[in-house]
Each structure stands twice: as C-alpha cells, then as structure tokens.
C-alpha cells in the first residue's frame, strides 16, 4: 500500500517529506505526524505555530495541539500550554489516556514536565517584535488584531493502511488569554478513521467550529465521496449558510486525505498546502475558492516561494 500525507500550508512542506521518508521506510502513521509537526514547531520562522509562535494580546505564547489515531480513534489535545517545546507530542502522549485525555492551561503544562517533555521559553524576539509592531498598526491603521493565522494540521496514511491527524498552532493573532479555537476540538479542527480518511482545519476556529467541519468532511468521504468532493459539499454551502444566517464568514481551509491515499482540500481564501505519497514526494500547491463550490488547484510558483522565504525572514522593523 501506498504512504500519503496532505498538511496545511506551505510550512507543512519540510516536516511533511521526512513523515512520508518515515512511512517509506515502514514506520507508523502517527509517527510520520508526530515527526512531521514537530519540524514545523521547532522551525523559529514559522510565526503561528510553536517555537517562534505569535503571542496572546497579554504577550504569552499559548498554543493548542491535537492528536488522532485513526485506527482506535485515541484522542488527546492540549489547550493554553505555554513554555513546552512540543505540543503535538505532549497531545499524542495524551491520547494514550482514557479519562483526563485533553487537558488545558496550567494542567496542561504540569502533565508535560512530569511527563518529561521538554520546556522550552516560546517567545522569540522575532515575534515580541511582530507581536508589538502589530499591536501599534491596530491603533494607528485601524487594523483588525485578529487578522492573520495558520494552524499547522496534517493527515498520514502509512503501509499498513494506519491514518492519524494532527495539529499545532498558536491560535488567533491576539487572541485573548484563554481563548481556545477548532485546532483542539476533535471533529472541529481534526478527525481520522482509518476505514474512512481524515481531515484538518486552519482557519478562524470560532468559525470551523460552528460546522463541525472536519467530522463532516470524514462523515461524507464515508458516503462514498472523493476527499475533494468531501471538501467541496463540506464548505461552500457552510461559508453560504453562515454568511446568509450569521451575516459573516471568517476565513478557513480544510484538507482531508482518504484512505487510499487521495486528497482533497477546500477554502474560502488563498491558501497554500503540501501534499504527496510514497511514490511521487512531496509538492507545495496553491488552492483558492474555484466556481460554483469547487476548488482551484494550482502548481505553486517559484516566485512566490521565493516572496515567502523573504517574507518569513524579512527585518522587523
Ligand atoms: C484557531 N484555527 O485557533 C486556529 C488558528 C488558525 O489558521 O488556524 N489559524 O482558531
């Protein structure tokens, strides 16, 4: 069988390709995703995820992280964990717990050091630097403080025909401490059953989470649906639904990958993602909202790569 794997955005990309090397190689889905998001939270220039993460509005990095094993639906999350260098792996630990599986805030961070996970200080001065940059143009430019996210959440398939899903993230720019969104939620912000396929959300999580989004596009993929068609039928008519009934949609994108290795993605703004399998690697894509509730997937361009890196690391001034 083959090995897949789909995450969002283009910071998926590097830990995403030594998760699928790993399930080439015979290891196991939820390694492949452990492997995978950890890359992305230790990476310092990632600023929404981990280490290098975007403080809350009172300065504090608290993140939010998520693990599923498909095949037993074993589920552990952390919420508000703060100065842990891992938050995926404290969640995946978690999920080997029947009772006290998803855990938040302080409790969250004493089950990680005794468990003996790394603690780490999050804060950068990169993104002290960006979070007080931003916090003078929300005054001076009028500008929305909750602009601005990415979760990081991937979806595995490994030989054995084993799925799991994962997500990090540190959540909405200037959330309020406290607030938690869809990335910790099962069903919200992930879902994975290996008889079916999985999916995982970025996006404004106050949003996600009124859909349910990730369970829906599992529940449909169940019918008989492509992960793409899954995508499709799960969103458009909800962004719809929402703007007609909620007057508003926030923005998010969500990918599912099924169990034979397909994917799909879907999204009401320009989002970037990486997706592949054992055979062909990985490759970064561009997807945007398409016509008439369907998708647009293109190849990424080298300009735009080359805009990101600069982006990324550009001085702050
Ligand atoms: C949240 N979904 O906390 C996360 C944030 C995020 O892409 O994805 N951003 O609501």
């Known amino acids: 069988m083959t090995v897949a794997m789909i995450g969002t955005w283009r910071m998926a990309y590097e830990g995403l390709s030594q998760g699928l090397d790993l399930m080439q190689a015979g290891g196991h889905s939820g390694d492949a995703i452990e492997t995978a998001i950890k890359a992305v939270e230790d990476y310092p220039f990632f600023k929404s995820v981990g280490y290098g993460g975007l403080p809350n509005a009172n300065g504090l990095v608290e993140m939010d992280a998520a693990f599923m094993d498909g095949d037993t639906f ?38 990680a050091v005794l468990n003996g996970f790394e603690r780490k200080g ?41 799925m799991s899903v994962g997500t990090s993230t540190s959540g909405l720019f200037m959330k309020k401490p406290g607030r938690t969104g869809d990335s910790a939620l099962v069903g919200d912000g992930f879902y994975c059953d290996s008889e079916i396929g999985g999916a995982a959300a970025t996006g404004l999580g106050e949003d996600i989470m009124k859909g349910c989004l990730c369970y829906e596009i599992v529940r449909l993929m169940g019918t008989g649906l492509s992960p793409q068609a899954a995508c499709d039928q799960a969103v458009y008519p909800f962004v719809e639904k929402l703007k007609r009934r909620y007057g508003k949609a926030g923005e998010f994108s969500l990918v599912a990958l099924n169990k034979n290795g397909d994917w799909g993605v879907a999204t009401n703004v320009e989002f970037t993602f990486a997706a592949g399998d054992g055979e062909h690697g990985a490759k970064i894509m561009m997807a945007n909202p398409g016509e008439n509730g369907t998708t647009k997937i293109e190849p990424i361009t080298q300009a735009w790569l080359d805009a990101y ?4 690391k550009a001085p702050i001034e």
């Open 74 to 111: 074993a589920t552990g999350s952390v919420a508000g964990i703060s100065d842990i260098k891992n938050p995926i792996s404290v969640a995946r630990k978690l999920s080997g717990e029947h009772f006290n599986s998803f855990l938040v805030g302080q409790g969250a961070g004493e089950y």
């Open 122 to 162: 999050m804060l950068t001065e990169r993104a002290q630097k960006i979070w007080a940059k931003r916090k003078r143009e929300i005054v001076e430019k009028n500008l929305s403080p909750y602009d601005g996210h990415d979760t990081v959440g991937m979806v595995s398939l490994d030989q054995s025909g084993s």
């Open 309 to 312: 890196e600069k982006r990324i």
